[in-house]
């Protein structure tokens, strides 16, 4: 198994441009996460989806938008890049009924 | 929701000595404490947690205790080595807000280093 994917490992934007952060998992999880992780300030949950079909806002989903159409893929959308976006993006997957997140290498995202 | 607060944000100690970090947490009704291990470069990997139904769990050289009444949970390494130089997260469910989809609440993370 690969575990958690993520593409691409780096990524600069000029403000107001679009992307997609990549996440790809091949455990058959569930349930999956989008975190940014800023200097002295943890993880921060984004979204979150329970499965296919299914998402939910996390604690800092302003700025930010997703879509869940297979158990597998979980992109992260970013529109109107914005300077405050500069973050480490780390994608993680979990099965049901278990607390234990596994966490793909992260995506370092710069906007200037 | 729940509120994780992590001390120290750096600890620097020497190879062979013990380390400890702590974390407080909110939520009386929590009751899943993990640990996470983040390498340079790579994504947080589960290294030890910790259920309300137990006051301490062992793995080797890391530990993990929990107090309930005082609501806070310790990480405690022993015999440190270079290897374990990497930033330590502790987490708890935010039991208060709705949805499920088994969130963490993550610590602020500690930065350890352990000096040959």
């Known amino acids: 198994n690969a575990g958690v994917t993520q593409t691409p490992k780096f990524r600069i934007l000029k403000i107001g441009q679009s992307m997609t952060l990549q996440c790809t998992q091949d455990?058959?999880?569930?349930?999956m996460y989008w975190y940014r992780q800023d200097p002295g300030m943890g993880l921060k949950l984004i979204y979150y989806s329970v499965g296919a079909g299914i998402t939910d806002k996390g604690e800092v989903p302003n700025g930010y938008n997703v879509s869940r159409s297979t158990t597998e893929d979980f992109p992260l959308r970013l529109e109107l890049a914005a300077p405050s976006q500069t973050s480490v993006y780390f994608c993680?997957?979990?099965?049901?009924?278990?607390?234990?997140?596994?966490f793909g290498p992260g995506t370092r995202l710069t906007v200037t | 929701g729940e509120n994780v607060e992590q001390h120290p944000s750096t600890l620097s100690v020497q190879e062979g000595d013990s380390a400890v970090i702590k974390c407080t947490y909110s939520?009386?009704?929590?009751?899943?404490f993990p640990w996470y291990k983040q390498e340079l470069g790579k994504g947080p990997q589960l290294i030890i947690d910790i259920r309300s139904n137990v006051g301490e769990k062992k793995d080797q050289r890391i530990a993990v205790t929990l107090n309930k009444t005082a609501k806070h949970f310790s990480l405690h390494i022993t015999e440190t080595q270079p290897e374990d130089s990497a930033v330590y997260f502790c987490?708890?469910?935010?039991?208060?807000?709705?949805?499920?989809?088994?969130?963490?609440?993550f610590g602020t993370g500690t930065q350890l280093k352990v000096e040959l």
């Open positions: 939520d009386s009704a929590s009751n899943y």
């Open positions: 987490a708890a469910p935010p039991w208060g807000l709705t949805g499920g989809g088994n969130k963490l609440t």
């Open positions: 455990m058959n999880h569930n349930y």
């Open positions: 993680a997957s979990s099965p049901p009924g278990s607390y234990e997140q596994y």
